[in-house]
């Protein structure tokens, strides 16, 4: 049994390499890294279809760690192999000596799986539990929509596979046939602070598996044969029907040494006292494993696909020409039209438009207007029905990005709360998304503060002021105020390769826009131009500011309004306007608080120039009410409102 | 069988209301609510033990609906019974004229079930899938504690049981052996947009429960006596053994009236033109079902509980007994310890002293330092292993508080990010719980981003300027700075009736504080007083802001620095510090933007006094790096930094 003897020798070479970084690190989880040891020599030394000098090749299968905190033994095996990856400005062949740097500034050998950091051969950060399958789903769909044979594997913990995402993934997958994809459960037995439950044993996860159809291989994770014949039978599982297909590996955590398994050493390395003895563990397994390499007993396969270049998208109509191709003259003529409604026509418009766009909703296509593009028979292949499972949508969406799509996903608002995490880890990933969150607000109403977004704003801001690695804002967010604001945002979010949240309102609203005018992302629109009071705003609140220009221009107050649809923003000319009137400004949101007043309140408080500030926003929790003129009254945010509060301001201001 | 009929009869005219209130309302969702009448006939008029003259007595069996949108049948329910509920300033049993003014802004007939409203009836604000389920199992764990026989309904949709919390909460209740916990999954077969996948069928759905050991009875949900039976079954599995028990039902959406049949009508109220054909079928199926009401058929059984008191908590000791009598004299000595590790001391000392206390950890006890009330043995059966699923644990939480607990629920503040959509419903739902998110900020190190709460400040800022229907803040955020603060706070949360969320750090850092110093909700702590510049920072950022007065002083800087330990915080008091100190302010915090600086800002472009706020935030994704001092060089934050900063922000103030 030479591929058995060569695998063995190759499992504890990287194990004791595995053990060695993190020890030299003081940080990190040698033991759950050695549970993996054959798993990972026989998917990157005699499986995947990889080429170390190209790790960035994304035709080639790829591999996502979804336990995260296992990576030094991929970085081991990566050492060996020789897996280029950034260091310094360059690229080059990692080393035994740089993965030895692991967890170090200036390394890319980072704690945890992270692209961006300058190792592509991941397509995924990953580190919080969890996500790791839904990524890998959103991959295999890019290259099925590609029509490339690419595998993807995706290694998760047994602790891990508490987290209900897995789940959400797992049933992703059986829905969407998607074969290529290889779920293996390493089930070594312990988390962190204990034994996993009875829940996550390997049984119950083979059973939880066949609910929903998965043809499964139990195998034991230390026998390279039973470990290469399983992923053979995935290979084989490949044909048309698409039959979801996983592994379950049972592994030891701490394979190969005694002293890596006294008690749960989870995520403690090797003191260095114990190092030379559990290196000598680990050389009496090999020897006792017979273990011996040959050249030839492993073998890579060769990557035999390319990602095809993104088609270059054609320009999509105007808004007007794209509401007449849709047959809604009529709405245009009439002049008003819900955002969330825009979104669904801009959607289908770029959808032609751009092949490279996909679509994803979570059940909720008939109210985020996502059904224009899910019910076009031209764009229907690339429409993604998530159902109500919001986290694996948005991890698939940053697969997709991964895999070269540029996918928008879309469900209300206030359900994208629930994937905040998921959201951070694909800004992490540096993956291409936009997200388009609708009832935001209480203009909702009826349905009441469970299905309105009111934290968004202050959520995304918090990172709108951090850059990525790109140097671009981590995520823009955006804020159309009616149709055409709606539309010419969608066109800005796909032109631009990196994340975005936009969020729609439920109620129709008045054009205020047309054809000609410009939305980006950064931009905003001054919309009147007065002297005396700066009153910024955005989306629904808008129109609801519109309302009260004449009650204050009656009462002597000549006002600018700012239609302030991103964030960030020009933040000099916003100081400039806050100048001209006076440093006198008024905000008025439909949120809660730490949002567009308090990214306003930033620029103005830095630039000390002796500026009035009055914040309008959510303050209490809302509930149902019929309208959304009884929500902004119940919040104190009508246009009487906001006359009353521009008028006090400016009271205060002259008193 | 006059069971049978009068049941019937019921489900018929509970079915019929439900429809004309939601044609009424012009919005709603009758045809979810139609599927449910049999189930809520019988749980509600012949098994659960229920009072509707005291709904709040949370001694009787609870009813969670899950699936928050179906609610409108359980209103038809409570109309008839005359549940009491808050009618203006007034408790009173509802009427059907109640109920007709469902989602109406004066009346507690909300869109979605929400106690804090005037509807004590229920436990939980829903309307955000997935919830429900955690939530009564963290009401079974108190009933549990408390040794009383309440039994926990929760009625779960099958759409809905696509959410991964779902399956959290059914390995949880396994884990837990709550078998006081009755789910039930209404598998009607469609969701919003379309039929439900094949991983969501009752087969399916019961194959994953038995899965993990559940005893599961399949019935025909719209025949009452497979439905009693079932629930008999339920009440006759409540053995000491604790084995899971959920009934799957398989319902028909619109049941009861082909004219709610045509299509997949979810949430779609009856047009006024159909309502009276719909009315008229139901009258014709309660005739096809010989349906007829004999009372005496059916009995809601006399809740033999109540809630018992909450005994008066023992006065916790200082800071220094509880770590002399933990053992810890040594490290108090020493005078170093991270907040962290002072969250245990603290948790350990405040279980001694307050028997409602009930502790839960996502598996990391062990760097949360919640190993410190786990671990000991006159506390362990308060602790509750949640494992890795923090959304579950979270809305666990809630239930807990809505039973009567006070819990402290700790995880990685990073990992909190999962659930911050269970954490807003909580808040809806008036809950008393406390998180307590460790590692976070960039002063973690060597894990890197995907570790570390970063978003966190700005997201519990939005809400604490929200009040919510207590009239208090929606949550308190605290940032305790060394262990002495850590422990204080602590103290002042469970003395707190309502949400909190305290960060806590890896690193040890020095003493600052000592048993004297009083810690509040709201309250921060002048440490130094100056003349020149008003330092703002918090938790870890204490320590590095200290490093820098002595430079600063020998820059001939006399800054003031204050701890603004809490958020929201006595606006008026930093107000005065900032006009002390000339107007110059410096803000400095280990996480993104829109958070403590963003605080101060708001104040300070409100009152337009002419400050000049800099402020000092993590703008770049971090990596990881050795040492907390590798990721304050990496992000601009080093004592060194913020002496350069300030020198700038001076500079600029003087030219």
Not at 144 to 168: A, P, T
Not at 393 to 408: D, R, T, Y
Not at 510 to 535: K, M, S
Request: proline fraction near 5%; aromatic fraction near 6%; hydrophobic fraction near 40%.
């Amino acid at each position: 049994m030479s591929f058995e003897s060569s695998a063995h020798t190759k499992a504890v070479a990287l194990t004791k390499l595995n053990v060695e970084m993190t020890t030299a690190a003081g940080s990190g989880h040698p033991t759950s890294g050695a549970s993996l040891a054959h798993i990972v020599t026989v998917l990157m030394y005699n499986h995947m279809r990889h080429d170390p000098g190209h790790p960035g090749n994304k035709g080639a299968d790829r591999l996502i760690l979804s336990e995260g905190h296992a990576v030094p033994i991929v970085y081991a095996a990566c050492a060996d192999l020789g897996v280029v990856a950034k260091y310094g400005d360059d690229y080059r062949s990692t080393t035994r000596d740089d993965v030895m740097q692991l967890r170090e500034m200036d390394s890319p050998i980072d704690g945890h799986p992270n692209p961006e950091e300058g190792f592509p051969f991941f397509d995924a950060a990953t580190g919080s539990l969890g996500q790791g399958l839904s990524v890998a789903a959103g991959i295999a769909e890019a290259a099925r929509l590609d029509n490339i044979d690419k595998r993807v594997f995706c290694i998760i913990g047994d602790g891990e596979s508490r987290e209900g995402q897995i789940w959400e993934a797992v049933d992703f997958i059986a829905d969407r046939k998607l074969a290529a994809v290889c779920p293996i459960f390493n089930c070594n037995k312990y988390a962190q602070s204990d034994a996993v439950s009875p829940c996550q044993t390997p049984e119950a996860t083979e059973a939880k598996l066949k609910a929903v159809g998965y043809e499964v291989r139990v195998v034991d994770g230390h026998n390279p044969t039973e470990i290469q014949n399983a992923l053979n039978d995935h290979t084989a599982n490949q044909t048309g029907e698409g039959k979801p297909f996983a592994i379950v590996a049972k592994t030891i955590k701490g394979w190969g040494a005694d002293v890596m398994q006294q008690g749960n050493l989870h995520g403690h390395p090797m003191k260095a006292n114990v190092l030379e003895q559990c290196l000598v563990e680990l050389d009496a397994t090999a020897k006792s494993l017979d273990a011996s390499w040959a050249d030839g007993d492993l073998n890579i396969p060769a990557v035999t696909n390319a990602l095809p270049e993104a088609p270059e998208p054609a320009n999509a109509p105007s808004f007007s020409d794209a509401m007449k191709a849709a047959g809604k003259g009529d709405v245009l003529a009439a002049g008003k039209m819900a955002t969330r409604k825009a979104y669904g026509v801009a959607l289908n418009a770029l959808g032609h438009a751009n092949p490279s766009v996909v679509a994803l909703d979570a059940d909720v296509q008939g109210s985020t207007f996502a059904s224009d593009f899910a019910k076009d028979e031209a764009l229907t292949d690339r429409f993604i029905e998530c159902r109500i499972a919001e986290q694996n949508m948005v991890s698939a969406a940053a697969g997709l990005g991964q895999g070269g799509k540029v996918p928008f996903a879309s469900t209300f608002g206030r359900f994208f709360v629930r994937a905040y995490d998921q959201i951070e880890m694909a800004m992490n990933t540096g993956a291409n998304f936009k997200l388009v969150g609708s009832h935001a607000g209480i203009s909702l109403g009826a349905d009441g503060p469970s299905q309105m977004a009111l934290p968004d704003i202050a959520f995304f801001r918090s990172f709108a002021k951090v850059n990525n690695q790109a140097g671009n804002p981590t995520i823009y967010l955006l804020q159309p105020a009616d149709a055409y604001a709606a539309y010419g945002l969608v066109m800005a979010m796909a032109d631009y390769e990196g994340p975005c949240y936009m969020r729609t309102h439920r109620p129709d609203v008045e054009f205020i826009y047309d054809d000609a005018t410009p939305f980006n992302l950064g931009g905003h629109e001054v919309l009147t131009e007065g002297r005396d009071l700066l009153i910024v705003t955005a989306g629904y609140m808008v129109h609801e500011v519109n309302k009260a220009l004449d009650d204050l221009e009656a009462a002597g107050i000549d006002a600018t309004l700012v239609d302030l649809y991103s964030i960030p923003f020009d933040e000099d000319a916003v100081l400039d306007l806050a100048q001209q009137n006076n440093g006198m400004v008024l905000s008025v949101e439909d949120n809660y608080g730490a949002g567009l007043g308090g990214a306003v309140a930033d620029i103005l408080a830095e630039d000390g120039g002796g500026f009035n500030l009055k914040q309008m926003h959510v303050r209490r929790i809302p509930k149902s009410g019929k309208s959304a003129d009884d929500l902004l009254a119940y919040t104190g945010l009508t246009s009487d409102d906001i006359v009353q509060n521009a008028l006090k301001l400016m009271e205060v201001a002259s008193a």
